[in-house]
Protein backbone atom coordinates (compact mmCIF):
# COMPACT_ATOMS: atom_id res chain seq x y z
CA UNK A 1 0.00 0.00 0.00
CA UNK A 2 1.62 3.21 -0.90
CA UNK A 3 1.85 6.06 1.85
CA UNK A 4 -0.40 8.90 0.96
CA UNK A 5 -3.19 5.42 0.89
CA UNK A 6 -2.51 4.67 4.66
CA UNK A 7 -2.44 8.43 5.41
CA UNK A 8 -5.80 9.09 3.53
CA UNK A 9 -7.43 6.18 5.29
CA UNK A 10 -6.22 7.11 8.18
CA UNK A 11 -8.38 10.30 8.32
CA UNK A 12 -11.81 8.40 6.52
CA UNK A 13 -14.64 9.47 9.52
CA UNK A 14 -14.35 7.83 12.14
CA UNK A 15 -11.19 6.85 11.37
CA UNK A 16 -8.50 9.02 13.71
CA UNK A 17 -5.08 9.65 12.76
CA UNK A 18 -1.92 8.19 14.70
CA UNK A 19 -1.26 11.85 15.96
CA UNK A 20 -4.98 11.80 17.09
CA UNK A 21 -4.84 8.35 19.28
CA UNK A 22 -2.02 9.78 21.29
CA UNK A 23 -2.25 12.41 23.99
CA UNK A 24 0.41 15.52 24.08
CA UNK A 25 2.65 13.96 26.25
CA UNK A 26 2.74 10.38 24.68
CA UNK A 27 3.16 11.81 21.42
CA UNK A 28 5.98 14.80 22.77
CA UNK A 29 7.28 11.72 24.10
CA UNK A 30 7.44 9.87 20.32
CA UNK A 31 8.37 13.27 18.13
CA UNK A 32 11.77 13.30 21.28
CA UNK A 33 13.53 10.54 19.44
CA UNK A 34 14.38 12.84 16.74
CA UNK A 35 17.57 13.42 16.97
CA UNK A 36 18.04 15.67 13.85
CA UNK A 37 16.61 19.08 14.05
CA UNK A 38 16.04 19.69 10.74
CA UNK A 39 13.81 16.43 10.72
CA UNK A 40 11.98 17.45 13.86
CA UNK A 41 11.75 21.09 11.98
CA UNK A 42 9.87 19.09 8.89
CA UNK A 43 7.88 17.56 10.92
CA UNK A 44 6.70 20.36 12.72
CA UNK A 45 5.72 21.67 9.41
CA UNK A 46 3.63 18.49 7.96
CA UNK A 47 0.63 19.45 9.96
CA UNK A 48 -1.05 21.27 12.60
CA UNK A 49 -1.70 18.67 15.12
CA UNK A 50 2.47 17.95 14.72
CA UNK A 51 3.57 21.61 14.72
CA UNK A 52 1.09 21.63 17.92
CA UNK A 53 3.34 18.90 19.60
CA UNK A 54 6.21 20.42 18.49
CA UNK A 55 5.94 23.30 20.17
CA UNK A 56 4.01 22.72 23.35
CA UNK A 57 6.00 19.34 24.26
CA UNK A 58 9.18 21.69 23.99
CA UNK A 59 11.13 19.29 21.17
CA UNK A 60 13.85 21.97 20.05
CA UNK A 61 15.38 22.66 23.94
CA UNK A 62 14.94 19.37 25.02
CA UNK A 63 17.28 18.15 21.78
CA UNK A 64 19.64 21.24 22.37
CA UNK A 65 20.20 20.24 26.17
CA UNK A 66 20.72 16.40 24.84
CA UNK A 67 23.38 17.66 21.96
CA UNK A 68 24.96 19.89 24.44
CA UNK A 69 24.01 19.89 28.37
CA UNK A 70 25.16 23.12 29.30
CA UNK A 71 22.06 24.42 27.27
CA UNK A 72 20.12 23.90 30.61
CA UNK A 73 21.88 26.87 32.05
CA UNK A 74 18.97 28.74 30.32
CA UNK A 75 16.09 29.98 31.91
CA UNK A 76 14.54 31.89 29.08
CA UNK A 77 14.54 33.33 25.31
CA UNK A 78 14.18 35.81 23.55
CA UNK A 79 14.32 37.72 19.69
CA UNK A 80 16.10 40.91 18.74
CA UNK A 81 12.86 42.75 18.58
CA UNK A 82 10.61 40.78 21.29
CA UNK A 83 10.88 41.40 25.12
CA UNK A 84 12.14 38.00 26.94
CA UNK A 85 9.79 35.46 27.90
CA UNK A 86 10.11 32.78 31.07
CA UNK A 87 8.90 29.25 31.55
CA UNK A 88 6.13 30.68 33.78
CA UNK A 89 2.20 30.86 33.55
CA UNK A 90 1.59 33.44 30.89
CA UNK A 91 -1.97 35.65 31.64
CA UNK A 92 -3.39 34.75 28.64
CA UNK A 93 -3.77 32.07 26.38
CA UNK A 94 -2.92 33.51 23.12
CA UNK A 95 0.08 35.06 24.71
CA UNK A 96 1.25 31.82 25.97
CA UNK A 97 1.34 30.44 22.66
CA UNK A 98 3.31 32.76 21.20
CA UNK A 99 5.93 32.44 23.89
CA UNK A 100 6.18 29.05 23.45
CA UNK A 101 6.81 29.27 19.50
CA UNK A 102 9.11 32.35 20.39
CA UNK A 103 10.71 29.51 22.66
CA UNK A 104 10.36 27.46 19.36
CA UNK A 105 12.43 29.32 16.61
CA UNK A 106 14.79 30.38 18.76
CA UNK A 107 15.94 26.81 20.26
CA UNK A 108 15.28 25.72 16.40
CA UNK A 109 17.61 28.18 15.36
CA UNK A 110 20.46 26.97 18.31
CA UNK A 111 19.35 23.22 17.37
CA UNK A 112 20.81 24.14 13.89
CA UNK A 113 23.71 25.98 14.84
CA UNK A 114 24.66 22.70 17.03
CA UNK A 115 24.85 20.45 14.65
CA UNK A 116 27.50 22.52 11.87
CA UNK A 117 30.67 21.31 11.11
CA UNK A 118 33.43 23.54 12.74
CA UNK A 119 35.27 26.55 10.74
CA UNK A 120 38.81 26.17 9.52
CA UNK A 121 39.83 28.82 11.98
CA UNK A 122 40.55 29.47 15.79
CA UNK A 123 38.03 30.35 17.75
CA UNK A 124 40.02 32.61 19.71
CA UNK A 125 40.60 36.34 19.30
CA UNK A 126 42.54 37.72 21.34
CA UNK A 127 44.79 36.48 24.56
CA UNK A 128 44.06 38.48 27.87
CA UNK A 129 46.47 37.56 30.72
CA UNK A 130 48.81 34.78 31.78
CA UNK A 131 49.17 33.74 35.31
CA UNK A 132 53.09 34.55 35.26
CA UNK A 133 55.58 35.48 32.68
CA UNK A 134 59.44 35.15 32.54
CA UNK A 135 60.55 37.73 30.26
CA UNK A 136 57.82 40.29 29.37
CA UNK A 137 56.94 41.23 26.36
CA UNK A 138 59.64 39.19 24.98
CA UNK A 139 57.92 35.65 25.95
CA UNK A 140 54.11 36.83 26.17
CA UNK A 141 51.30 35.02 25.98
CA UNK A 142 50.93 36.78 23.10
CA UNK A 143 52.81 34.86 20.75
CA UNK A 144 50.62 31.97 21.82
CA UNK A 145 48.50 32.82 18.61
CA UNK A 146 51.04 32.69 15.99
CA UNK A 147 52.02 28.66 15.07
CA UNK A 148 55.44 29.35 14.07
CA UNK A 149 57.95 28.71 16.86
CA UNK A 150 59.52 31.37 15.23
CA UNK A 151 58.84 34.59 14.30
CA UNK A 152 61.28 37.76 12.21
CA UNK A 153 64.19 34.84 13.46
CA UNK A 154 63.71 34.70 17.26
CA UNK A 155 61.95 32.04 19.13
CA UNK A 156 57.59 33.18 19.72
CA UNK A 157 56.59 31.49 22.66
CA UNK A 158 55.16 32.17 26.23
CA UNK A 159 57.02 31.25 29.06
CA UNK A 160 55.75 31.48 32.79
CA UNK A 161 58.03 31.91 35.78
CA UNK A 162 60.42 29.68 37.21
CA UNK A 163 59.36 27.19 40.34
CA UNK A 164 61.22 25.23 42.92
CA UNK A 165 57.98 22.47 42.63
CA UNK A 166 57.34 20.34 40.04
CA UNK A 167 53.39 20.58 41.30
CA UNK A 168 53.22 24.44 40.53
CA UNK A 169 50.46 25.25 37.63
CA UNK A 170 49.99 28.36 35.56
CA UNK A 171 47.16 29.35 33.16
CA UNK A 172 46.65 31.22 30.20
CA UNK A 173 43.31 32.44 29.58
CA UNK A 174 41.99 34.07 25.90
CA UNK A 175 39.07 35.96 24.97
CA UNK A 176 36.81 34.21 21.99
CA UNK A 177 35.12 35.01 18.63
CA UNK A 178 31.65 35.44 20.12
CA UNK A 179 30.04 34.67 23.82
CA UNK A 180 28.77 31.73 22.30
CA UNK A 181 30.78 29.00 20.76
CA UNK A 182 30.55 24.90 20.17
CA UNK A 183 33.66 23.98 21.23
CA UNK A 184 35.19 20.40 19.65
CA UNK A 185 39.01 20.50 20.73
CA UNK A 186 41.68 22.87 22.05
CA UNK A 187 45.30 22.11 20.46
CA UNK A 188 48.36 22.92 22.25
CA UNK A 189 51.67 22.82 21.29
CA UNK A 190 54.77 23.06 24.01
CA UNK A 191 57.73 25.02 23.11
CA UNK A 192 61.25 23.08 22.21
CA UNK A 193 64.07 26.00 23.43
CA UNK A 194 66.25 24.78 20.46
CA UNK A 195 69.18 27.47 21.39
CA UNK A 196 69.61 25.64 25.09
CA UNK A 197 71.55 23.01 25.12
CA UNK A 198 70.21 19.09 24.80
CA UNK A 199 67.00 21.32 22.92
CA UNK A 200 64.73 20.43 26.43
CA UNK A 201 61.38 20.56 25.68
CA UNK A 202 58.90 22.85 28.65
CA UNK A 203 55.88 21.19 28.86
CA UNK A 204 53.16 20.50 31.12
CA UNK A 205 52.11 17.61 32.70
CA UNK A 206 48.70 17.69 32.00
CA UNK A 207 46.42 20.52 30.64
CA UNK A 208 42.36 21.05 31.73
CA UNK A 209 39.96 24.06 29.81
CA UNK A 210 37.58 26.19 31.43
CA UNK A 211 35.00 27.49 29.33
CA UNK A 212 32.67 31.11 30.86
CA UNK A 213 32.63 34.25 31.01
CA UNK A 214 33.39 37.68 33.22
CA UNK A 215 30.92 38.58 35.67
CA UNK A 216 31.72 41.91 36.98
CA UNK A 217 33.98 43.40 33.97
CA UNK A 218 32.71 42.05 30.60
CA UNK A 219 33.53 45.35 28.46
CA UNK A 220 37.34 45.20 29.84
CA UNK A 221 39.43 43.78 26.86
CA UNK A 222 42.67 42.12 26.67
CA UNK A 223 44.73 43.43 29.04
CA UNK A 224 48.13 42.38 26.77
CA UNK A 225 46.93 43.80 23.40
CA UNK A 226 45.74 47.44 25.14
CA UNK A 227 48.46 47.70 28.26
CA UNK A 228 45.81 48.95 30.24
CA UNK A 229 46.47 46.46 32.97
CA UNK A 230 49.78 43.90 34.04
CA UNK A 231 49.39 40.81 31.85
CA UNK A 232 50.27 38.78 35.47
CA UNK A 233 46.53 38.65 36.71
CA UNK A 234 44.78 36.42 39.16
CA UNK A 235 43.60 33.05 36.97
CA UNK A 236 40.06 32.95 38.23
CA UNK A 237 39.47 36.71 38.44
CA UNK A 238 35.71 37.16 38.43
CA UNK A 239 34.82 34.27 35.96
CA UNK A 240 31.92 31.90 36.03
CA UNK A 241 33.05 28.94 34.47
CA UNK A 242 30.18 27.15 32.62
CA UNK A 243 32.32 24.07 31.03
CA UNK A 244 35.38 22.49 33.02
CA UNK A 245 36.67 19.58 30.77
CA UNK A 246 38.75 16.79 32.37
CA UNK A 247 42.23 17.00 32.54
CA UNK A 248 44.37 15.71 29.57
CA UNK A 249 47.99 14.12 30.21
CA UNK A 250 50.30 16.21 27.76
CA UNK A 251 53.51 14.51 25.88
CA UNK A 252 56.57 15.83 26.15
CA UNK A 253 57.14 16.41 22.72
CA UNK A 254 57.12 19.46 20.12
CA UNK A 255 54.20 18.90 17.78
CA UNK A 256 50.62 20.17 18.10
CA UNK A 257 48.71 17.71 20.57
CA UNK A 258 45.36 17.48 20.17
CA UNK A 259 42.80 17.12 23.01
CA UNK A 260 39.30 16.44 22.18
CA UNK A 261 36.56 17.47 24.28
CA UNK A 262 34.40 14.27 25.29
CA UNK A 263 31.79 15.72 23.40
CA UNK A 264 30.66 18.99 21.50
CA UNK A 265 30.58 22.39 24.21
CA UNK A 266 28.61 24.67 24.17
CA UNK A 267 30.73 27.63 25.72
CA UNK A 268 28.78 29.75 27.41
CA UNK A 269 30.81 33.37 27.39
CA UNK A 270 33.95 34.49 25.60
CA UNK A 271 36.40 33.34 27.75
CA UNK A 272 39.23 29.81 27.58
CA UNK A 273 41.28 29.66 30.50
CA UNK A 274 44.27 27.00 29.74
CA UNK A 275 44.66 25.60 32.93
CA UNK A 276 48.30 23.70 32.92
CA UNK A 277 48.97 21.80 35.50
CA UNK A 278 52.44 20.64 36.63
CA UNK A 279 56.17 20.61 35.14
CA UNK A 280 58.33 18.11 33.45
CA UNK A 281 61.73 20.06 32.34
CA UNK A 282 64.06 22.14 34.73
CA UNK A 283 66.39 24.42 33.19
CA UNK A 284 69.98 23.86 33.75
CA UNK A 285 71.11 27.09 34.25
CA UNK A 286 69.14 27.85 37.51
CA UNK A 287 67.38 24.60 38.93
CA UNK A 288 64.15 26.10 38.33
CA UNK A 289 60.98 24.58 36.46
CA UNK A 290 59.44 25.76 33.83
CA UNK A 291 56.36 25.66 31.66
CA UNK A 292 56.33 27.01 27.71
CA UNK A 293 53.71 26.95 25.12
CA UNK A 294 54.37 28.09 21.64
CA UNK A 295 50.75 27.92 20.36
CA UNK A 296 46.94 27.56 21.31
CA UNK A 297 44.28 26.88 19.29
CA UNK A 298 40.34 26.10 19.40
CA UNK A 299 38.70 24.05 17.43
CA UNK A 300 34.54 25.06 16.88
CA UNK A 301 32.91 27.30 15.50
CA UNK A 302 31.69 31.07 17.05
CA UNK A 303 27.96 31.42 17.11
CA UNK A 304 27.05 34.95 14.98
CA UNK A 305 23.10 34.73 15.69
CA UNK A 306 22.63 33.64 18.72
CA UNK A 307 23.72 35.23 22.12
CA UNK A 308 22.51 35.47 26.13
CA UNK A 309 22.36 37.67 28.30
CA UNK A 310 22.26 37.52 32.19
CA UNK A 311 19.96 39.43 34.32
CA UNK A 312 19.22 39.85 38.05
CA UNK A 313 19.88 38.06 41.21
CA UNK A 314 19.88 35.29 41.33
CA UNK A 315 20.89 35.00 38.11
CA UNK A 316 18.74 34.23 35.13
CA UNK A 317 20.43 33.35 31.75
CA UNK A 318 18.68 34.23 28.61
CA UNK A 319 19.22 32.69 25.19
CA UNK A 320 18.70 35.92 22.41
CA UNK A 321 18.27 35.20 18.47
CA UNK A 322 20.18 37.42 17.27
CA UNK A 323 18.51 37.48 13.72
CA UNK A 324 19.37 35.49 10.43
CA UNK A 325 20.74 38.40 8.51
CA UNK A 326 23.80 37.15 6.69
CA UNK A 327 22.97 33.13 7.97
CA UNK A 328 21.40 30.31 7.12
CA UNK A 329 18.26 29.59 8.22
CA UNK A 330 16.39 26.24 9.21
CA UNK A 331 13.75 25.88 6.62
CA UNK A 332 10.63 26.60 9.09
CA UNK A 333 7.22 26.62 7.51
CA UNK A 334 5.50 29.20 9.68
CA UNK A 335 2.58 26.90 11.01
CA UNK A 336 1.89 28.71 13.94
CA UNK A 337 -0.12 31.16 12.47
CA UNK A 338 -3.05 28.86 11.71
CA UNK A 339 -2.10 26.51 14.39
CA UNK A 340 -3.52 27.45 17.67
CA UNK A 341 -4.21 24.09 20.34
CA UNK A 342 -8.15 25.15 19.38
CA UNK A 343 -7.75 24.68 16.06
CA UNK A 344 -7.70 20.95 15.00
CA UNK A 345 -9.21 20.47 11.78
CA UNK A 346 -8.24 18.15 9.31
CA UNK A 347 -8.88 16.55 5.69
CA UNK A 348 -8.14 13.63 3.71
CA UNK A 349 -6.38 16.15 0.79
CA UNK A 350 -4.32 17.30 3.97
CA UNK A 351 -2.88 14.07 4.52
CA UNK A 352 -1.94 13.69 0.70
CA UNK A 353 -0.03 16.77 0.74
CA UNK A 354 1.32 15.03 3.92
CA UNK A 355 2.79 12.10 2.22
CA UNK A 356 4.03 14.10 -0.77
CA UNK A 357 6.11 16.41 1.77
CA UNK A 358 6.99 13.29 3.17
CA UNK A 359 8.46 12.08 -0.11
CA UNK A 360 10.37 15.26 -0.66
CA UNK A 361 12.03 15.56 2.45
CA UNK A 362 13.44 12.18 2.69
CA UNK A 363 10.85 11.39 6.08
CA UNK A 364 9.49 8.55 5.43
CA UNK A 365 11.83 6.76 7.47
CA UNK A 366 11.25 9.11 10.42
CA UNK A 367 7.28 8.73 10.78
CA UNK A 368 7.91 4.87 9.92
CA UNK A 369 10.09 5.00 13.07
CA UNK A 370 8.08 6.91 15.22
CA UNK A 371 4.85 4.72 14.27
CA UNK A 372 6.86 1.92 15.52
CA UNK A 373 7.67 3.74 18.21
CA UNK A 374 3.97 4.51 18.94
CA UNK A 375 2.68 0.91 18.40
CA UNK A 376 4.81 -0.35 20.73
CA UNK A 377 4.66 2.17 23.53
CA UNK A 378 2.00 4.05 23.67
CA UNK A 379 -0.86 2.91 21.40
CA UNK A 380 -3.33 -0.22 22.69
CA UNK A 381 -3.85 -3.06 20.93
CA UNK A 382 -7.22 -3.08 21.07
CA UNK A 383 -8.28 -3.53 17.45
CA UNK A 384 -7.33 -6.35 15.93
CA UNK A 385 -8.75 -5.51 12.65
CA UNK A 386 -5.87 -3.53 12.43
CA UNK A 387 -2.83 -6.08 13.14
CA UNK A 388 -1.36 -8.33 11.06
CA UNK A 389 -1.34 -12.27 12.05
CA UNK A 390 1.84 -11.61 14.57
CA UNK A 391 -0.26 -9.30 16.48
CA UNK A 392 1.85 -6.36 14.83
CA UNK A 393 -0.39 -3.20 14.30
CA UNK A 394 0.31 -2.08 10.45
CA UNK A 395 0.45 1.88 10.39
CA UNK A 396 3.28 1.69 7.21
CA UNK A 397 3.19 -0.81 4.45
CA UNK A 398 5.53 -1.67 0.93
Known sequence: MEIAEVFSSAMEEDSPSLIDRLDLGAAGQIFKYLDDPMD????????????????????????????????????????????????????????????????????????????RSHVGKSCILEPICASSTDNDPDESIIYTLDPRDREGGRPSYWSSKGDSS??????????????????????????????????????????????????SSPGIKSSVLDGSMSSDRSPCEDYVWTYISPEYPVLQEDKLQSFKLPRP????????QVDLLGRVQQQEMDGLYYICVCHVYVVGRPLSSISFNVQGQPSRYILKYLGHEGHPEIPFEDTSRAASPEDETGTTSDWYSIAERIRQIRARRVLEMLGNIAVANFIPHDNQEDSDEDGNINLFLE
Open 40 to 115: LARLAAVSRSCHRIVVESRCFKDLCIRICPEVSWFNSVMEEDKMSISGGPSSSKDLAWANLNMEYRVYGKLAHELI
Open 166 to 215: RDASETLTYRLLKDLSVVHEVKLRPFQAYFQRGTPIYSAKAVRFRFGYSS
Open 265 to 272: VLSIGDIL
